[in-house]
């Protein structure tokens, strides 16, 4: 099972622009918060608030922002709760979409998906329906400036990693789900630096999109889902063809 597509090396260089960091920082925020509530404010005995802060240094949020979210999380200064939420549905030619949310206000956000998917040519799907062409793995990318592949894949089989790809600009880890926080703990315990540390939900198989008007339309609607600021991460089972991925990528 791959843990990288062309797809998803697409969706990375079009998040990477500055109109949109507000909306990052506001998701990675998000994640520090709920890890805080969920297992104290202490990173260094809770490893999905570790794994947290990691990826959103990455990403470059502030440190006070990232302190500040920790104190609301922990209880130490005012601050939302947010409760985690997946939503199933179906894109242009039963592309299957799963959609990880925090929100506050289920009702508001569940009807906003669903408005989402009813613009963009997709369905809302009850519960059960997708998730079962999922499966749940650790994922680790770490920058391939300066650290070669036996490095990476020595360090990281060795603390457990199933896999270790080329995924362009990054190094990508899989790991068993039970093993992320494990995996990336030893990594940096090598200095090795991730970018980002997540459990992911990786399609079992593929639909491969041959036509460039179907792709369009399939991002089209991912990227309304993801305009939602209560949607985390919109994960999907197409993968584009290599014609489609050059022409997309040309534009």
Request: proline letters at 3%.
């Amino acid at each position: 099972m791959a843990g990288h597509s062309k797809w998803s090396n697409i969706k990375r260089k079009k998040a990477v622009v500055d109109a949109k960091r507000g909306k990052v920082f506001t998701k990675l925020i998000k994640e520090i918060m709920v890890a805080a509530r969920m297992g104290g404010g202490d990173p260094e005995s809770n490893p999905r608030l570790r794994s947290a802060i990691q990826t959103s240094r990455g990403s470059n949020l502030p440190n006070d922002k990232i302190e500040r979210a920790i104190q609301r999380g922990a209880g130490e200064l005012e601050g939302v709760n947010y409760e985690e939420v997946t939503y199933e549905g179906y894109g242009p030619e039963g592309v299957a979409l799963l959609v990880d949310a925090l929100t506050d206000n289920v009702n508001r956000t569940v009807a906003e998906v669903r408005s989402s998917f009813n613009k963009r040519d997709g369905k809302m799907g009850a519960p059960g329906s997708v998730g079962y062409l999922f499966d749940e793995k650790g994922q680790i990318r770490l920058p391939k400036s300066g650290v070669d592949y036996e490095t990476i894949f020595e360090a990281a089989v060795e603390a457990g990693a199933e896999e270790v790809e080329d995924a362009e600009d990054d190094w990508l880890i899989t790991t068993a789900r039970e093993d992320l926080y494990l995996v990336g703990g030893a990594l940096e315990d090598a200095g090795l630096t991730a970018s980002e540390v997540q459990l992911a939900k990786l399609p079992q198989t593929t639909v491969d999109i041959t036509d460039l008007a179907t792709a369009k339309k399939i991002m089209a609607l991912i990227e309304h889902l993801e305009d939602n600021e209560d949607v985390q991460t919109v994960w999907t089972n197409f993968d584009l063809s290599d014609e489609v991925a050059a022409s997309l990528e040309a534009e």
